[in-house]
């Protein structure tokens, strides 16, 4: 990835401590194709995140979470054990 690409990407996610270039080539299929998407998740574990940021691989659309990422998922785990189930 082109040394420019990579600071067109740390410009726009500046609130990110830092671009790991290794992100860039995806663990699952091995495609350079890591991007960074907002939007709606749900988990393996049916836990439902509006809005969550992440990196996902174009390819093969596997997501990998960062800290911030991560935080939000904790978060959004707690508020689902705290809600009152209806019997």
């Given at each position: 990835?082109?040394s420019?690409h990579?600071?067109?990407?740390s410009?726009?996610?500046?609130?990110?401590?830092?671009i790991?270039?290794?992100?860039y080539?995806c663990?699952?299929?091995?495609?350079k194709?890591?991007?960074?998407?907002?939007?709606d998740?749900?988990?393996?574990?049916g836990?439902?995140?509006?809005?969550?940021?992440?990196?996902?691989?174009?390819?093969?659309?596997?997501?990998?979470f960062?800290?911030?990422?991560?935080?939000?998922i904790?978060?959004?785990r707690?508020?689902?054990r705290?809600?009152?189930?209806?019997?």
């Open positions: 990835m082109s420019s990579l600071n067109a990407i410009d726009k996610f500046k609130d990110f401590n830092r790991d270039e290794r992100l080539k663990p699952e299929c091995g495609a194709t890591m991007i960074r998407v907002r939007s998740c749900l988990l393996q574990d836990t439902f995140v509006p809005d969550l940021e992440r990196w996902q691989c174009a390819e093969c659309k596997a997501n990998f960062d800290s911030k990422a991560m935080d939000t904790r978060q959004a707690y508020s689902k705290r809600t009152p189930v209806s019997v």
